[in-house]
């Protein structure tokens, strides 16, 4: 958001900086549905050949769980 509202004309007009967000929000929404349903639509049809895609979906899970306990841990150094 801090991006987008960096730009000179965005910040002069929120109306566009709010569609611009919305847009971007329901982009990235329809992405993923899209790629979960592919990706259950793959592991339904052929369990083997989705197995690459799979392990990949979990790790980057695993990481983004890993991600957030990371910070809340360091925000409670930093606050403690």
């Not at 991006?3 to 847009?23: A, E, I």
């Not at 979960?36 to 052929?46: I, K, N, P």
Request: aromatic share 2%; charged share 15%.
């Amino acid at each position: 958001m801090k991006t987008v509202l960096n730009l000179g004309k965005l910040r002069q007009t929120p109306v566009l900086c709010g569609l611009m967000s919305v847009l971007t929000a329901t982009a990235l929404g329809c992405g993923a549905a899209v790629g979960s349903v592919l990706l259950v639509e793959t592991v339904w049809s052929d369990p083997s050949a989705a197995a690459e895609p799979t392990v990949l979906v979990a790790l980057l899970a695993a990481s983004a769980v890993r991600e957030k306990s990371v910070r809340v841990h360091s925000r409670g150094e930093v606050e403690g």
